[in-house]
Protein backbone atom coordinates (compact mmCIF):
# COMPACT_ATOMS: atom_id res chain seq x y z
CA UNK A 1 0.00 0.00 0.00
CA UNK A 2 1.22 3.23 -1.29
CA UNK A 3 2.41 5.53 1.69
CA UNK A 4 3.83 9.40 1.95
CA UNK A 5 4.98 10.76 5.13
CA UNK A 6 5.57 14.55 5.71
CA UNK A 7 8.34 15.54 7.84
CA UNK A 8 9.82 18.86 8.81
CA UNK A 9 6.77 21.38 9.57
CA UNK A 10 7.05 22.95 12.56
CA UNK A 11 6.94 27.32 13.57
CA UNK A 12 9.36 30.07 12.25
CA UNK A 13 9.69 33.47 12.34
CA UNK A 14 9.32 35.33 8.84
CA UNK A 15 12.46 35.49 6.65
CA UNK A 16 13.00 32.20 8.44
CA UNK A 17 13.52 28.98 6.68
CA UNK A 18 12.34 25.37 6.87
CA UNK A 19 12.73 22.09 4.41
CA UNK A 20 10.14 19.53 4.57
CA UNK A 21 10.51 16.36 3.53
CA UNK A 22 8.42 13.34 1.91
CA UNK A 23 9.11 9.63 2.30
CA UNK A 24 7.13 7.36 0.17
CA UNK A 25 6.53 3.43 1.28
CA UNK A 26 5.86 0.77 -1.43
CA UNK A 27 6.65 3.51 -3.81
CA UNK A 28 8.89 4.83 -5.91
CA UNK A 29 9.23 8.53 -5.88
CA UNK A 30 11.77 8.23 -9.10
CA UNK A 31 8.98 6.79 -11.16
CA UNK A 32 6.32 9.30 -10.61
CA UNK A 33 5.15 12.93 -10.56
CA UNK A 34 5.29 14.27 -6.68
CA UNK A 35 4.62 17.14 -5.57
CA UNK A 36 3.44 19.86 -2.51
CA UNK A 37 0.34 21.06 -1.84
CA UNK A 38 -0.71 23.60 1.20
CA UNK A 39 -4.11 24.04 2.97
CA UNK A 40 -4.29 27.27 4.82
CA UNK A 41 -7.11 27.41 7.66
CA UNK A 42 -10.36 28.52 6.28
CA UNK A 43 -9.46 27.29 3.06
CA UNK A 44 -11.50 24.73 1.33
CA UNK A 45 -8.91 23.66 -2.01
CA UNK A 46 -5.27 23.05 -1.37
CA UNK A 47 -3.09 25.42 -3.58
CA UNK A 48 -0.18 23.75 -5.30
CA UNK A 49 2.97 24.74 -4.57
CA UNK A 50 5.82 22.63 -6.67
CA UNK A 51 5.82 19.59 -8.14
CA UNK A 52 9.14 17.64 -10.00
CA UNK A 53 8.63 15.20 -12.81
CA UNK A 54 10.40 11.73 -13.35
CA UNK A 55 12.46 12.78 -16.19
CA UNK A 56 14.28 14.62 -15.94
CA UNK A 57 13.82 16.27 -12.79
CA UNK A 58 12.73 19.98 -13.61
CA UNK A 59 10.26 21.78 -11.01
CA UNK A 60 7.30 23.93 -11.60
CA UNK A 61 6.04 26.30 -8.57
CA UNK A 62 3.35 28.65 -7.94
CA UNK A 63 3.51 32.02 -8.21
CA UNK A 64 3.42 32.63 -4.75
CA UNK A 65 6.53 30.56 -3.64
CA UNK A 66 8.67 30.98 -7.16
CA UNK A 67 12.22 32.27 -6.08
CA UNK A 68 11.84 30.83 -2.34
CA UNK A 69 10.43 27.60 -2.46
CA UNK A 70 13.19 24.55 -3.91
CA UNK A 71 11.69 20.77 -4.67
CA UNK A 72 14.50 18.50 -4.81
CA UNK A 73 14.61 14.68 -5.06
CA UNK A 74 16.50 12.63 -3.09
CA UNK A 75 16.89 9.12 -4.37
CA UNK A 76 18.91 7.40 -1.33
CA UNK A 77 16.09 8.05 0.84
CA UNK A 78 13.28 8.04 -1.72
CA UNK A 79 12.21 11.14 -0.35
CA UNK A 80 11.24 14.50 -2.25
CA UNK A 81 12.52 17.75 -0.01
CA UNK A 82 10.67 21.29 -0.35
CA UNK A 83 13.84 23.66 1.22
CA UNK A 84 11.43 26.99 2.28
CA UNK A 85 13.57 30.09 2.26
CA UNK A 86 12.14 33.55 3.33
CA UNK A 87 8.68 32.07 4.92
CA UNK A 88 5.91 34.84 4.86
CA UNK A 89 3.04 34.90 7.64
CA UNK A 90 0.71 33.65 4.40
CA UNK A 91 3.02 30.66 3.71
CA UNK A 92 1.47 29.52 7.15
CA UNK A 93 -0.38 26.03 6.57
CA UNK A 94 -0.75 22.51 6.63
CA UNK A 95 1.40 21.18 3.90
CA UNK A 96 0.56 17.79 2.33
CA UNK A 97 2.92 15.64 -0.37
CA UNK A 98 1.14 13.87 -3.08
CA UNK A 99 1.91 11.82 -6.19
CA UNK A 100 -0.12 11.42 -9.88
CA UNK A 101 -0.21 7.79 -11.21
CA UNK A 102 -0.43 9.49 -13.98
CA UNK A 103 1.24 12.24 -16.05
CA UNK A 104 -0.92 15.59 -15.15
CA UNK A 105 -2.42 16.75 -18.04
CA UNK A 106 -1.11 19.72 -19.79
CA UNK A 107 -1.44 22.92 -17.66
CA UNK A 108 -2.53 20.96 -14.58
CA UNK A 109 1.15 20.06 -13.19
CA UNK A 110 0.21 21.75 -9.94
CA UNK A 111 -3.74 21.00 -10.13
CA UNK A 112 -5.15 18.76 -6.81
CA UNK A 113 -7.49 16.32 -9.16
CA UNK A 114 -4.49 15.33 -10.83
CA UNK A 115 -2.97 13.34 -7.56
CA UNK A 116 -4.17 10.28 -6.13
CA UNK A 117 -1.95 9.56 -3.26
CA UNK A 118 -1.56 11.87 -0.38
CA UNK A 119 0.36 12.21 3.30
CA UNK A 120 -1.12 13.36 6.14
CA UNK A 121 0.55 16.79 6.10
CA UNK A 122 2.93 18.59 8.44
CA UNK A 123 2.00 21.92 9.92
CA UNK A 124 4.17 25.17 8.53
CA UNK A 125 3.53 28.41 10.87
CA UNK A 126 4.88 31.76 10.11
CA UNK A 127 4.73 34.23 12.76
CA UNK A 128 5.47 38.01 12.54
Known amino acids: QVQLVESGGGSVQVGGSLRLSCTAFEYNTSDHYMAWFRQAPGKEEREGVA?????????GYGTSVRGRFTISQDSAKNAILLQMNDLKPEDSAMYYC????????????????????WGRGTQVTVSS
Open 51 to 59: AIYPTPRAP
Open 98 to 117: ASAKYPPSFGKLLAEAQYDY
